[in-house]
């Protein structure tokens, strides 16, 4: 922790049940980046009767962002075989993650419990024979929403 606040290079994604041959748990899901953990809270706008200076916006109901997981390539993954089996051939098997910050011990400071997810995109880093790079995989995920736990 860096003057009391966490840092975000040290975290861990868990998925449930979406492993059906083994444990229930992926394992091979280390990422070098997780974005999409946001709530949107839409409003409606409602004129104010008799009253035309005035409109209120009034909440409605809460949107969430798909989930992006970015990582470098594996040719030999369960999570790759999940997303695929979605993609290619349209076989869903939604699951629930745990998005995990960690402290210098390895011990959840805070984590994020995301429901009913499911791929939506998987895609792969351009091919480029100019650079050297490691080649970097995107994984979309749809989900209906996530708790804070702390």
Same mark, same amino acid.
């Not at 990422?31 to 409003?43: I, M, R, Y």
């Given at each position: 922790?860096?003057?009391? =606040?966490? $840092?975000?290079? =040290? +975290?861990?994604?868990? +998925?449930?049940?979406?492993?059906?041959?083994?444990?229930?748990?992926?394992?091979?899901?280390? +990422?070098?980046?997780?974005?999409? $953990?946001?709530?949107?809270?839409?409003? *409606?706008?409602?004129?104010?009767?008799? *009253?035309?200076? +005035?409109?209120?916006?009034?909440?409605?109901?809460?949107? =969430?962002?798909?989930?992006?997981?970015?990582?470098?390539?594996?040719?030999?993954?369960? $999570?790759?075989e999940w997303c695929r089996k979605a993609v290619e051939d349209f076989d869903f098997e939604p699951t629930d993650l745990l998005v995990e910050l960690l402290n210098e011990e390895g011990e959840p400071l805070m984590s994020w419990n995301v429901l009913h997810a499911y791929p939506v995109k998987w895609s792969v880093d351009d091919l480029n024979a100019q650079e050297s790079k490691i080649v970097i995989e995107s994984i979309e995920l749809s989900y209906n929403y996530f708790n804070v736990i702390k």
């Open positions: 922790m860096a003057d009391g =606040y966490p $840092l975000g290079f =040290y +975290f861990r994604v868990v +998925f449930d049940n979406a492993d059906k041959d083994g444990d229930g748990k992926i394992q091979d899901a280390s +990422f070098q980046s997780v974005s999409g $953990l946001s709530v949107d809270v839409q409003t *409606e706008d409602i004129a104010e009767g008799g *009253e035309n200076r +005035f409109q209120h916006a009034l909440p409605v109901r809460k949107q =969430y962002p798909n989930l992006v997981l970015k990582r470098g390539l594996t040719t030999n993954s369960k $999570l790759t």
